[in-house]
């Protein structure tokens, strides 16, 4: 648990004193940086729900992905369990702790993980076994 912190605090200090602005954002380098320490992209999870089958649970619960973006910027920014599109994941893994980054980052991570959808995936799997599945007695 240490350690992520640890990294987390190091991806901010690398945001606050790189040239963050000046470079074209990258949805993936934000991520590898600010958000993969918790979350893997595909199950199983690490210490968080894995990022595709969010991805899905927004997609199913937002019509565009201006107002899934919107929403999910805001979640990252202060996360509040009324909010969540998974409450059940607090549950399991706890609530989100703020992600430090600029409104512009967290637009463009936010966009990142709506875009890692995947059709083919389907819904009620992929939650690494969140006691649904047969994997997990
Ligand atoms: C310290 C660990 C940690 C970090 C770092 C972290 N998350 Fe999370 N995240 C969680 C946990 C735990 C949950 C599940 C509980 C919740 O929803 O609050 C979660 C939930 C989410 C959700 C579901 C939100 C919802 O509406 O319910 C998304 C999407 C997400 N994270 C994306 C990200 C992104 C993108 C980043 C990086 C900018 C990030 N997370 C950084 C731990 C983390």
């Keep these: 648990m240490k350690n992520i912190f640890i990294i987390i605090g190091m991806g901010l200090i690398f945001n606050s004193t790189g040239d963050a602005a000046t470079k074209a954002l990258d949805g993936q380098t934000i991520f590898n940086k600010n958000c993969s320490a918790c979350h893997s992209v ?3 999870p690490k210490l968080a729900p894995p990022i595709t089958p969010l991805a899905s649970r927004y997609h199913l619960s937002f019509k565009t992905k201006k107002d899934g973006v919107n929403h ?3 979640y990252l920014k202060l996360p ?6 998974d409450p059940q994941a607090i549950t399991r893994f706890g609530l989100m702790p703020p992600v430090a980054l600029s409104a512009a980052e967290l637009n463009v991570v ?3 993980v709506w875009d890692q959808y995947n059709p083919a ?5 992929g939650f690494g ?3 649904r599945g047969p994997s997990n007695p």
């Design 110 to 112: 936010a966009a990142w």
């Design 121 to 125: 995936m389907g819904m009620g799997r």
């Design 129 to 131: 076994g969140q006691g």
């Design 42 to 44: 595909n199950p199983p």
């Design 80 to 85: 509040k369990k009324e909010d969540s599109i």
């Design 72 to 74: 999910l910027a805001a």
